[in-house]
């Protein structure tokens, strides 16, 4: 049995039931780090894991281990988990856990354990009576049955009305409070295909023409939903040693389990008829019907499902802005970050000490103010799957002294300066915190676009994954055939040049798409995006832009934008106005 074990560093591979059952057989303390296959182990911990290993030097009670979880039957609960998970065993009996790669609490808690077993071998301690967390079988709590492998999902789609009134707003609350989990949204407007194929069903209906027309006439939500699994186990923060250390250690990442049962509830179609909003958008709970209309509308959804991307904001403070940007900038690209939006700020006072919040106390804070105001700093949004703990576990701790420690390879080190003893590279302390960060930094702005009638639908969709891809949200969209006095809205800073009347007959040929699309910086890389307005020029200039790609003429030009802020407000004043849009 022990030779399917392989080496991998320090690490003993466990892919597979029986040797997880052979690993709990090892004498003292052995160090467990679960990962599922798609992810791969914890690479940052495993340089505090090596050193520990041999300042220790107890090769007989002190092991290491990786777990694949998606191979192992007692470790199911932690499938599909993204942040990584360190499971801690004494002689068989599985006693703490701690969530995230947090390298001075995993540690520390390696050190105390090895320390009991030195005591307990020298007669000095008695063996302490640990609870032993349990793995709960998600497939059979309080008889109620649910496979995470099969995961049963809903479609829904929030109908145009609802959007522009904010009503999905209210209806997503309403989802999230019922006990479902929203796995995907998409705002897009719908063709009269996918209205006719997700509404065959009442197609007999005499008003069904109408109803189509309303549906592809603006903006619509799609949804995937699905139960939210509270059958899992609620854990309660506790250490290895309550009575020593419970207050030092997180209770949201250390801890034992009290299982929960999920009660059982109505049908999501049901709960929002009885809350009067069905009227405002429709669900498809057929299984066969779902996972045809995933297909159409999430296409990468089966895939991606395993993958939990999540949004950060991270700053280089000025020393390492200004002396090693490049270097950064090419490790965070290495680690498969993807830089959403990036801008040079230099923080004032108050910004400072808010990011600086965690060092109040130290007596180098005044000069650590003064040094972060002194020039300017690199802020920047970073996409990845994990986001949040990999750009934790790559930065390493908040000071030099503590990451020599714990991880001497972790950027703060690699990139220390002499003016400060602090990590020069700043994350998000939680992912509330970094959208909150993102808003105040990279302030959402509103620019007003017009997709012109030439355009067909299948260019339409290509324009719509070019928004997608540019970072852009559509906040709203309608389909609209315009008249003269909506065109005066839109175009009103030219309505008296004499070239206009051919703008008019152009619009008044065929329905054009209005949106309003948010973003930061938006109008700038709107019009970075729409390429200059002949497209023959825009085909030298800028041949991956929407106008070279689409454009006929300067007249037919595919798309039109405002041109700053004053503009979009009064356009979108005059367009979208009596009605009350809503905001994201």
């Known amino acids: 049995m022990a030779g ?4 991998i560093q320090l690490q003993a591979v466990i892919n597979n039931q029986s040797l997880w059952d052979e690993m709990l057989q090892n004498r003292g303390l052995t160090v467990i780090d679960v990962y599922q296959a798609w992810c791969g182990p914890c690479k940052a911990m495993q340089t505090l894991f090596r050193k520990l290993k041999t300042e220790l030097n107890e090769d007989e009670i002190l092991h290491f281990v990786v777990a694949e979880a998606d191979s192992i039957v007692t470790l199911q609960s932690f499938r599909d988990k993204c942040e990584p998970i360190f499971l801690f065993s004494v002689n068989g009996k599985i006693i703490a856990k701690i969530n995230g790669a947090n390298a001075p609490l995993v540690s520390k808690t390696i050190i105390k354990l090895i320390n009991e077993e030195r005591k307990i071998a020298a007669g000095e301690l008695v063996r302490p009576q640990y609870h032993e967390i349990e793995f709960v079988d998600t497939e059979n709590v309080g008889g109620a049955s649910h496979k995470k492998n099969d995961q049963l999902y809903n479609i829904v789609i929030i109908k145009p009305e609802a959007v522009l009134t904010g009503k999905s707003i209210e209806i997503k609350e309403k989802i999230i409070g019922a006990g479902y989990v929203i796995e995907a949204e998409n705002k897009r407007m719908l063709t009269e295909e996918q209205v006719r194929d997700f509404y065959s069903g009442i197609a007999y209906q005499p008003d069904f023409e109408d109803f189509v027309s309303l549906m592809t006439s603006g903006l619509s939500y799609v949804l995937i939903t699905s139960q939210r699994d509270e059958q899992e186990p609620s854990w309660e923060g506790t250490v290895p040693n309550p009575e020593t250390e419970s207050k030092e250690l997180s209770e949201d990442q250390h801890e034992m389990a009290t299982p929960t049962v999920m009660k059982m509830q109505d049908s999501l179609q049901e709960y929002m008829e009885r809350q009067h909003l069905s009227e405002f958008c429709d669900i498809e709970e057929n299984k066969a019907n779902v996972n045809k209309f995933i297909d159409i509308f999430f296409p990468d959804f089966k895939s991606m499902r395993n993958i939990k991307l999540e949004r950060i904001m991270a700053l280089l403070r000025p020393d390492l802005f200004h002396k090693r940007k490049e270097d950064v900038l090419n490790i965070i690209q290495d680690e498969g970050f993807k830089i959403l939006m990036q ?11 808010t990011l600086c919040k965690e060092h109040k106390n130290e007596d180098y804070f005044e000069n650590l103010i003064g040094n972060m105001t002194s020039g300017p700093s690199l802020a920047f949004v970073l996409l990845r799957d994990n986001g949040l703990q ?19 390879e972790s950027l703060c080190v690699q990139f220390a300066m002499e003016s400060l003893p602090i990590n020069q590279l ?18 959402p702005q509103n620019v007003f676009v017009l997709i012109k009638p030439h355009v067909t639908h299948e260019q339409r969709e290509e324009i719509f994954d070019l ?3 540019n970072g852009f949200e559509i906040t709203q969209m309608k389909e609209l055939l315009l008249n003269e006095e909506q065109a005066d809205a839109i175009y009103f800073k030219i309505k008296q040049k004499h070239f206009y009347k051919d703008i008019l007959e152009m619009l008044f040929e065929a329905p054009s798409l209005i949106m309003v699309l948010m973003k930061w910086n938006a109008i700038s890389d709107w019009r970075r995006l729409m390429g200059p307005t002949d497209p023959d020029e825009a085909k030298l200039l800028n041949p991956d832009s929407i106008r070279a790609r689409f454009g006929q003429s300067v007249l037919k030009n595919a798309v039109h934008g405002s041109s700053n802020d004053s503009e979009t407000a009064e356009t979108i004043n005059r367009i979208f106005v009596p009605q009350n849009p809503e905001e994201n």
């Open 4 to 7: 399917k074990k392989r080496e």
């Open 343 to 353: 801008r040079k700020i230099v923080l004032s006072k108050e910004e400072a000490q």
């Open 390 to 408: 990999h750009w934790k576990a790559l930065i390493g701790p908040s000071t030099v002294e503590e990451a020599k420690e714990y991880l001497p």
């Open 426 to 443: 700043y994350g998000s302390v939680s992912l509330e915190a970094a959208e909150k960060e993102i808003e105040y930094f990279f302030p």
């Open 467 to 469: 928004i997608k891809e």
